[in-house]
């Protein structure tokens, strides 16, 4: 009788520990976020947000820029917001808006209907399915949902998307009334009056917004910003543009013009320059060289040269450098991705070696790198280029990296070898500086460049001891955007990011930082 109560015992024993583990399954695949896998997002860890609150979380997702001036910004808030993970503790409806938001702010639709499909408790809710809509540009789906709805329709949300549909259609008289009645409501929303106004036409002044995540605004603005790209477009194929207003030009349209088109508005924009000069004679087919006092020659010569006369190292450099941002840098880097990988170190003048290692890191070809290692003279560049060769390689953290580094500074002053900004972020990376490099920081100041706000820098640092990987991603990335940071600055972010195991994003950080100095 007591060897069968035993087993009985056992039995709902574990019965009972069966059903917890289920049930501890069950919640722990519950609390996790979907996510979008890629070699962005791999390097995040699961512990997405861990010990951050919904409202922190929303209140960083809503002030993160959704155009950065830094690759390495966009680069961050991509694996914070698209990796898989803990969310943040609390409220989680708002805050899954708040991420989709983004997402499709993003116009990345694959990952758009990746995150749809995990947040399937969601997405039969008529506002998500609007926005989702909304956001993957099908703005006649959006109008459907809004059309078929039963209920809550004179809510202001619900009429602003009418408003939006009617105005889509081409039925003005009912979108200025349905404008009315918010009015008469009382509803307050000056980017939504403002976009109306324009494409009713009460406006002609294309309204500015920025950093705005609201699908409805964003699609609004897009209907807006077609007038302005349909001027450019016709703008930029202007016989007569020289090259700075073509690069303007390009600049504003990104990703809005193919690739050959952009390629043959900057052979023209170069022939019209008027310091550029044709070679002597076309059978020679010589480089352009510089002379303002030179006349052009006439388009049908011109229309003879082979185009790959004109684009000469110089020129190449000067293209680079009027792509704005890294956006429009990216996109130039593609279109002259051939011409860029014909370039040797003979043909590059010093002062133009950074534009050139900035590109080929943006292509991953290291050749140049390794050319300019081995042929420029020890100094200052060099140093530089070996230390970006060594992040890359993984080898900056030997022992031989830095035996080097004391060995070729012997006999020379370290300031003169290494600035101090080079040790900032060499002490950074955790590389052992020698002796003599120690002794030149000690005492040193902030450096040139903006200073990181005190309480920015405690709530990063708060946030990676915390473990919250994608809180910690998006406020570094949130200071990085007021680059260049200062020497301190720079040495906190990548010191911080690296405490974090966000190792990848610090050595990328460095490695810039190196490119744009040399």
């Known amino acids: 009788m007591k060897y069968i109560l035993t087993l009985i015992f056992l039995f709902f024993q574990n019965l009972a520990f069966a059903q917890n583990i289920e049930v501890l399954e069950l919640e722990t695949a519950r609390i996790y976020d979907p996510g979008v896998l890629d070699a962005v997002t791999d390097t995040m860890d699961a512990n997405l947000w861990r010990g951050t609150s919904s409202l922190t979380a929303i209140s960083l997702i809503n002030k993160i820029p959704t155009k950065t001036s830094s690759k390495l910004s966009e680069k961050l808030i991509r694996a914070a917001i698209l990796s898989g993970g803990m969310p943040p503790e609390g409220e989680r ?3 899954v808006t708040a991420r989709l938001r983004y997402v499709m702010k993003m116009h990345d639709k694959d990952a758009l209907k990746t995150l749809m499909a995990g947040y399937v408790d969601y997405v039969h809710l008529p506002k998500t399915r609007v926005e989702y809509a909304l956001g993957s540009d099908d703005i006649v ?18 009429i602003k998307i009418r408003v939006f549909c009617n105005i889509n259609r081409g039925e003005l008289a009912a979108a200025g009334l349905a404008v009315e009645l918010l009015q008469n409501m009382g509803y307050q929303d000056r980017q939504f009056y403002e976009l109306v106004d324009f494409l009713l036409g009460y406006s002609e002044y294309t309204p500015k917004i920025t950093n705005n995540i609201d699908p409805l605004i964003d699609a609004m603005q897009s209907k807006a910003k077609n007038f302005d790209i349909q001027k450019l477009i016709i703008e930029v194929n202007n016989d007569k543009l020289n090259l700075k207003e073509s690069m303007d030009i390009i ?4 990703n809005q013009i193919k690739y050959d088109q952009v390629e043959k508005i900057l052979i023209n924009s170069i022939i019209n320059n008027r310091n550029i000069q044709i070679g002597q004679t076309l059978i020679n087919k010589t480089q352009p060289i510089i002379n303002d006092d030179y006349d052009k020659p006439s388009i049908e010569k011109l229309n003879m040269i082979d185009d790959e006369s004109l684009f000469s190292t110089k020129i190449l450099a000067a293209i680079l450098s009027k792509a704005d941002t890294h956006t429009s840098f990216s996109h130039i880097v593609k279109i002259l991705e051939q011409r860029l990988a014909d370039v040797s170190l003979d043909q590059i003048e010093a002062s133009d070696i950074n534009i050139f290692v900035r590109a080929s890191l943006e292509r991953k070809d290291y050749t140049l790198l390794n050319e300019l290692y081995e042929k420029l003279p020890d100094g200052d560049q060099k140093t530089k280029i070996k230390i970006i060769l060594s992040i890359l390689e993984n080898t900056y953290l030997s022992e031989n990296f830095s035996i080097n580094l004391e060995a070729n500074s012997l006999n020379t002053d370290p300031e003169d070898y290494l600035s101090d900004r080079d040790l900032f972020i060499l002490s950074s990376l955790r590389v052992s500086l020698p002796l003599p490099f120690i002794g030149a920081i000690e005492g040193k100041g902030e450096g040139n460049g903006f200073a990181v706000k005190a309480g920015d820098m405690l709530l990063l640092k708060t946030a990676a001891r915390n473990f919250s990987i994608a809180e910690t991603a998006l406020r570094a990335a949130i200071i990085l955007e007021n680059t260049p940071l200062n020497d301190t600055g720079i040495y906190d972010i990548i010191d911080v990011l690296i405490s974090a195991g966000l190792i990848g994003y610090a050595k990328d950080i460095a490695i810039e930082d190196f490119a744009r100095r040399l």
């Open 93 to 95: 409806k708002k805050y």
């Open 141 to 158: 789906s959006a109008c459907n949902i809004s059309d078929n709805l039963k209920n809550n329709r004179s809510l202001p949300y619900w």
């Open 251 to 254: 600049n504003q349209l990104s």
